[in-house]
């Protein structure tokens, strides 16, 4: 990956990072998930969202890092917590109850209307590659009022057809979710290295909104295996301030 | 009462036996390396291993050849990547085939908790519009019986032994707790024997002057074993850190099959016990991984007279 210059340089993975932290702008309550997640949660806890109460799906609720931790059942995560408690009240109280409002996933493939796959490349029984498998995503991704998604852009990440869905997001698109009786609004945002997405139309299907400064439709184009829908009004994202740098690196 | 302190040794010779089911738990945190390393050196065969993280240890205790089987929710290197000798066992059959029965984390919580409270199910908001059912026919979505439509169910999970690590206990295996609780209480009253692996072994009467920090009872223990360090390179809250350095350098050594036997017949088959693996190590190692203070304010329970 290149660095971008300009009146700060910054990478494509910072300028993601930055940009899902302020998408956390106001939120209370974020379900925080391994790697990227962890890190641009703690950057809005230190910037757009001082009241945001990072939820671990480790038993942690409230959780104030005093480093940044490597998995998400870091000591650190424990130590000045409002709460630490057994999974089972984290998945059924916390969760399950609705309160949580932001969870942020990742995975390994994402199809257009935010399904996605982290169980297993190739067929199931007798897989290309193994991955690591749902973790608590299915029932976050079920349960959570929204769902924000964190991945790189990449060709064989953004696919036509996933070949295993592990956890669910609009599923088949429409109104899909409410007919299955899901709880939560699933995917609203998917944030990768190059330009954000949402799915802000009838079909729930995702579209481009933003284009990272520098990016062209063409490089995000290239790295999608289907025609991606663009909104009405396409932005460019702002490029990251020094103090965002900053508190990022810090 | 009964004493029930007894070697590492002695409890794995005791309570596990070849062709069973064995639940390590522990997430993150308190995950009994000790306890795995001792059912490697003592050559059990054919165990069907149940973790939600199955974590460095599964991925041991799998490269040594001591599973028939995996159930589990998460099968990675948290924080670092994948768990190399698990997928080589997936993926390529070695050492041998592995059988997976796979779920997500609640539904993994759900079955214990479902299993210890000895129920035939558990219900849960999750699996529907997932492949995961497909994948695994034990995982079911049935009408509620009070008509709200669909519900995921789980079946119950009994481990014929349960190992779990923790803080402190009596010598009666009265266990207390504090940090990330985890599983490690339904998977204790879910299993059929419960091992019982603890960093000191203090007086009944530190247990009965804090009764809500007992997360076992000694009623469903079978073994309490002293074993500081036990958890290493995962961690005990207070007690020391995680060892993320060996985390990162495992996935080196995972990725290759000798390398991952050399390190075996070195760290596990290569010492006789978990003194010696310590000694091993070497205090400077141990020492650097000893966390600052943060003591919580004492709680008055009252006295009653």
Known sequence: MTEHQGEASYTPNEMMIIAAARALAGTRTVFVGVGQPNVACNLAR????????????????????????????????????ASVMPMADLFGLYLQRGLVEVALLGGAQIDR??????????NYDAPRTRLPGSGGACEIAINAQRVFIIMGLKRRSFV??????????????????????MPGGGPQLVITDKALFDFDNAEREMQLVSLYPGVTLEAVRAEMGWQVRQAAALTESQPPTNEELRLLRG | MTDKRVSLQEAIAAYVRDGESVAIEGFTAFI??????????????DLTLIRMTPDLIYDQMIAAGVARKLVFSYLGNPGVGSLHAVNRAIEKGIPAPLEIEEYSHYGMVGR?????????????????????????????????????????????????????????????????????????????FAASKVIVVVEEIVDEAVIRADP??????????????????????????????????????????????????????????????????????????????????????????????
């Open chain 1, 46 to 81: 230190r910037s757009v969202a001082p009241d945001l109460e990072l939820i671990y799906e480790s038993g942690v609720y409230g959780a104030q890092p005093q480093r940044q931790p490597l998995s998400i059942g870091d000591p650190t995560l424990i130590s000045g917590a």
């Open chain 1, 113 to 122: 209307f935010g399904n996605l796959n982290t169980s297993v490349i190739g």
């Open chain 1, 160 to 181: 036509e057809r996933l070949d295993f869905v592990t956890s669910p997001g609009h599923l088949t698109g429409g109104n899909a979710r409410q007919e299955f009786g």
């Open chain 2, 32 to 45: 009994c390396f000790a306890a795995g390393h001792e059912i490697m050196r003592q050559r059990r065969r």
């Open chain 2, 112 to 188: 214990y908790a479902a299993g210890a409270a000895r129920l035939p199910f558990f219900p849960l908001r999750s699996y529907v519009g997932s492949d995961m059912p497909a994948a695994n026919n034990r995982i079911k979505l049935i009408d509620s019986p009070y008509g709200d439509g669909n519900i995921a169910v789980v079946p119950p999970l009994n481990p014929d032994v349960a190992i779990i690590h923790a803080q402190r206990a009596d010598q009666q295996g009265n266990t207390q707790l504090w940090g990330l609780l985890g599983v490690q209480k339904e998977v204790a």
């Open chain 2, 212 to 305: 809500n920090r007992t997360l076992i009872p000694g009623l469903i223990v079978n073994a309490v074993v002293c074993e500081p360090f036990g958890a290493h390179p995962s961690y005990v809250q207070g007690y020391y850190d995680r060892d993320n350095d060996f985390y990162l350098k495992w996935d080196g050594i995972s990725r290759d099959e000798a390398q991952t036997h050399a390190w075996l017949d070195e760290w596990v088959f290569g010492v006789k016990d978990r003194a010696e693996y310590l000694r091993k190590l070497g205090p400077d190692a141990l020492e650097r991984l000893k966390p600052g203070a943060a003591p919580a304010s004492p709680v008055d329970y009252g006295a009653y007279r």
